[in-house]
């Protein structure tokens, strides 16, 4: 089965206009999306700025934790809206300029996107799962 | 003369070579994780809405006596809200699940309009998520300002 799908996978076939323009569109809304990606880690950076003013009073441990977090969030969304835009302008390059090396890069780049969304999925996953355990063993020992 | 043009035109066109379908190979198996988990997520998420407004209910009733009166009204609006909410989120991730399914379909069957229709359901999630990250970039900025 699996050298079947190679197989099959290994076959050329071509991009007809309905698929390109439909490729195009993703493209372009892949651009737009990763805009939008940028635009609110400025405003969530915006948002700590102003969160770290208000809690200062608490100390600065709070702060740490405020820091660590927005640094975390700030190179995962970098590194999500970085793929997602070399995806779309690759693409849009390949299919313009008809260059297979520019589309096959962009669909490689859009595959990489979701592949790191399914990973933060997974660790997502893996921390509810251990609040979960943790949290029935404590209310079992408590 | 005509035809060879445009053979030599086709072959200097983009093709779906075995690089470009085993991106789009994977990115269905992963799409299809990344909706699975997001359907999880919303029957969870809804979960705990009705859990949460039911608890919160019935606290507020013991410190305002008969909220539960004048407190259905609020618990049943922020029910449907969380529900829309959850509905237009689940939307997005049907469009991805629908990619997923058919462009493992029509890259295995070679079938262009399958391929098509997965490419279009691509198109569509993100437009989807990126007016939704556009209202929520806008309603954070605002938040932000007026704190």
Redesign the interface.
Known sequence: MYEQ?NN?????????P???A??D??GK??V??AA??F??LG??I??FI?TLNKVSEYGAGMGGVNLFQTFLVTVVSLLLNITLYMAGTNIKK??LM???GF??VG??K??NY??I??IL?IIV?GIVLLVILFGGLASLMG | MNEFNQDQL?E????????????????GK??R??SW?MFIFSALFLLIIILAATVFNSYLDKVIPGFSDMGTGIYIAIALGALIGVLIYLAAFYFLFNFSTKIKQG??T?D?AT??TA??S??TY??I??VL??L??LI??FT?IF?
């Open positions: 799908t099959l996978l290994a076959l050329e076939a071509e991009v007809n309905e698929a390109k439909q490729l569109a993703i809304w892949a737009y999306s939008v990606g635009a609110s405003v969530n915006l948002t102003v390949g299919l008809a260059d297979q589309f096959n669909l490689k859009l595959n979701f592949m969304l399914g999925m996953f | 086709t200097l066109d983009v093709q779906y070579d075995s690089e470009a379908k085993t991106s789009l190979f994977n990115m992963w799409t994780f990344l988990s890259l295995l070679e262009t391929i098509n490419l279009g691509l198109k993100f437009i998520s990126t990250g556009a929520a970039l954070n900025f932000t704190n």
